[in-house]
């Protein structure tokens, strides 16, 4: 059982769907009571960094960083993911959960903002045994939309260049991270989804067993 | 290495009734077949994107028909945008509801810009298309600052606004658009090649990206308007639903002329 975030910004309903597809169930809810109980966490972003002060004041903040010291596997997702940094810009008062070094910024680039389109990911060295990323071949297509990116700092998992380098998935233990949309992104997508489902299913089967 | 973002090839679905039709300058509709078929057939043979527009919502005042949406988006895992007849911020929820990535507002956000930063506020600028309908003025003043005057048009095409088409990109994305679905009527379903001067005189009017819709018949016809038209997107139906083209030969003719596209499809 899959236990998506809803911090009321935007729309859960592509990422929700795609899990259906793969035959995993999930739950929506923004209790921090059930975030601390979850199998697995996804939390799915689209739009402001500031929407997730939501999940610091609703206690959502304090309960998925107990879950992951407890092993639970975690899955952010665009803004999701910016927020496992230490911060945005986009909104410097919003604590992130601080998983990875350094804030994420507004692109520097004298190309379009935001960065709307399909782009390509590339394996860094620390990426090359990355679970999440598992069967994904290197310079595979993924679709991105953010203004915002992720510095390269430890635990990046692949890269994407537009204009800049920047973090496009990140990876430590139990906590995974994509810049882009796997639920936007194809076969390429639902295969990341998929090594997310395996990974988490591996860890209720462990679970279970103690 | 990356070579950073592609191009994107985008396939619309034009629907009326819950069947996809086609016509020639928004006339004379013909059928061809199902929504849902049809945009997973289109996403399976490269199609970056699947756009749906119910283009009689507006002129018949009804609400987009949400079960189509639903059925099209069920199995469709590429970005899905749905537009035709969104009035509200209540249609627009309705609609991510049922599974659209992205909404796109034409009528509606001329007669009431407050809706895009409405539905921008809550949903994202992401997943705001504002949709023109352009038509060249001919005989109009050119100036430094609009060098291709073009009226915009709404009501699919019925109604003349009297607006410059440069000057409301610029208004929808101040208000928070997040792309521009630039649709040419001079062009449109002439399969005679889109209308470049007009789409890269919006496309370099704004930092948001701009999708070129409107007289697509050609592999040729997509480098001109991604290389003279400095489109960031191209949109086009009916070569795709009568099979005239098939996306991964057209991305390989694009890959050819030098333009970054995504493949394998």
New interface residues.
């Given amino acids: 059982m899959i236990t998506l975030i809803d911090y009321k910004?935007?729309?859960l309903?592509?990422v929700r769907?795609?899990f259906t597809?793969l035959g995993q169930e999930s739950v929506v809810t923004d209790d921090p009571g059930q975030v601390r109980d979850a199998q697995a966490l996804v939390l799915p972003g689209?739009?402001?960094f500031v929407t997730c002060e939501r999940l610091v004041s609703s206690g959502v903040r304090e309960a998925v960083l107990e879950a992951i010291a407890r092993g639970v596997p975690f899955l952010g997702i665009c803004v999701g993911m910016q927020w496992q940094f230490a911060g945005s810009t986009e909104s410097p008062e919003t604590q992130g959960l601080g998983l990875f070094e350094g804030p994420c910024e507004r692109f520097q680039t004298t190309?379009?903002?935001?960065?709307?389109?399909?782009?390509?990911?590339?394996r860094t060295a620390e990426g090359e045994n990355s679970r999440l990323l598992r069967g994904v071949a290197s310079?595979s297509?993924v679709?991105?939309?953010?203004s915002y990116r992720a510095p390269v700092v430890d635990g990046v998992s692949a890269?994407?260049?537009?204009?800049e380098t920047f973090a496009s998935a990140v990876e430590r233990d139990n906590v995974f991270g994509v810049q882009f949309?796997p639920?936007?992104?194809?076969?390429t997508?639902?295969r990341i989804l998929q090594n997310f489902c395996d990974y988490a299913a591996e860890y209720s089967a462990k679970r279970s067993a103690r | 290495m990356s070579t950073g973002i592609t191009k994107r090839i985008i396939a619309c679905l034009d629907v009326t009734k819950g069947r996809v039709v086609k016509g020639v300058q928004f006339v004379d509709l013909i059928d061809a077949g199902d929504p849902a078929e049809l945009a997973h057939l289109h996403a399976t043979s490269g199609a970056d994107e699947i756009v749906l527009l119910d283009i009689t919502a507006t002129s018949d005042a009804r609400p987009i028909l949400i079960d189509v949406v639903r059925r099209t988006a069920r199995q469709l895992f590429v970005p899905f945008t749905v537009g035709g007849g969104v009035r509200s911020l209540d249609d627009a929820s309705a609609l991510f509801d049922a599974g659209a990535d992205k909404i796109s507002i034409n009528s509606a956000a001329i007669k009431e810009p407050g809706i895009i930063t409405e539905i921008a506020e809550r949903f994202g600028s992401q997943a705001v298309i504002v949709a023109i309908d352009a038509k060249r003025k001919v005989g109009a003043a050119v100036s430094a600052e609009n060098t291709v005057p073009a009226e915009v048009y709404l009501a699919g095409g019925r109604i003349a606004t009297g607006r410059d088409t440069v000057e409301w990109a610029r208004e929808a994305e101040s208000r928070g658009a997040g792309e521009i679905l630039l649709t040419s009527m001079d062009c449109d379903g002439t399969r005679a090649g889109f209308d470049c001067p007009l789409t890269a005189a919006v496309a370099t009017a704004v930092s948001i990206p701009v999708i070129a819709s409107g007289g697509a018949g050609s592999g040729d016809h997509f480098v001109d308007v991604f290389k003279a038209g400095c489109a960031d997107a191209a949109l086009a139906a009916s070569i795709f639903h009568f099979g005239i083209h098939d996306v991964r030969e057209l991305k390989a003719q694009l890959q050819r002329e030098g333009i970054p596209v995504r493949l394998p499809c």
């Fill in positions: 910004a935007g729309n309903t592509s769907k795609a597809h689209v739009g402001h190309l379009k903002v935001p960065h709307v389109g399909w782009n390509q990911i590339c310079e297509f679709y991105f939309t953010h890269v994407t260049t537009y204009g949309h639920e936007k992104s194809g076969d997508g639902l």
